[in-house]
């Protein structure tokens, strides 16, 4: 006669034995799989937004404790003891669809996003006392990956992850230069069914360990558009501008207007954001707390257009702070910054403003300084944080006129009368 030892996740039964055990499962193996999320402070309250616009996957390291091996006998952590879930060197994790396969170019939830896992499949440990804790993240500077050092060692009271990021971009601004790192999500045991927080972006696929992503980086984005100026007191009100092709006209002058030679500087384009989070001792995805060390001399340059560039103003609207209508520099990382009274946005305004009937031609090139602290109140750039400066250039705001006067009245001459 068989006996049976039933191992389940919930509990173990133990039955009586012969000469022959044999192990079963009610369930099948569950395999690891992950939701991810966006995360912007600066949009309303705690609303998570899509990763798509940042990024197509992730990476990610894991380290267990298991039962009988990292726990003791009561089940209390060992100070000297993990596995790594994955490998040191981490898994790629890459959305899913509901075939089980990859989506190579995912935009939005709506693709089809069944689950993110990684390419080779793991499956939870089978105690209901071993737990894994998961660390995501995704970085490139522009041109290559870029990735964090993670660490993962007991201190002083309890199992710390230490996350540090060294960044250098030499040409500040190199387009798609991102870093970002999830939320740690400790002590998971299995795929929780929440939908953590996605606010309606998805439809309810992501079934998995939680990773709410943050931006390492600030973001900077400079915009510019044409206005006319309010008339002044007493005069007619301005004709409102339209825009064609590289110019803005109101139907009587047209204006050809170009930023040339647009720059912040000097901007700091190196330094180290060290992350701490140690084990919070209960199953919660928690914040990183650290800040970027920028060390004395560190390395300064520009925020800048390559030179000769011409940016054409041919919008006559703010444009939305999203897209890049009117974009002078586009939305790029950089480092995060205090701000002191040197840093400026710089540039020269070219203007050329043409009338038809009659025809006249005139040019000019005016350099612009603006301090970004002083003039328009931002003291630093912090992490995570996108800053949308608008420049508004008002082509007509002064019509010229002329105000006549005589400098003296007629003089009364000698008056003659001749009689012939």
Known sequence: MKKYMILAAAAVVAMAACTKVEISDDSPAQKVTFQAAGYSAQTKAGTNVSVFGDFKAFKSRAFLHAEGVDLNADYTLKTDSYQEFFTSAGETISPYNSSNAIITNPTTETNDVAYWAPSHEYYWPKSVHSFVNFVGWYGTDGNNEVNPTVAYAYDATAWTATMTWNYSNATVGAAGANL?????????QGNPAANYGLNGLSSGYNKGVPMIFRHALAQINVKAYALAATAESGEPANTALTASENTVTDGNATWTIKLTNVKITPVITSGKLVLTNADPGTNKTQEW???????????????????????????VAKPAATGTDGDVIAKTCVVPQDLNSSVVLSFNLDITTTYTSPAATHHEIIPISIKLNDDLGTPKWELNTKYTYYLQINPSQKRVRFDPVLAVDWTEGTTTEVIK
Do not use: F, H, K
Not at 180 to 188: E, K, N, S
């Open 180 to 188: 970002l790192y999830a939320d740690m999500a400790w002590r998971y």
């Open 289 to 315: 707390t650290g800040i970027w060390a920028l060390a004395d001399g560190a390395s300064a340059g520009d925020l800048a257009l390559p030179g000769g560039t011409e940016v054409p103003i041919n919008q």
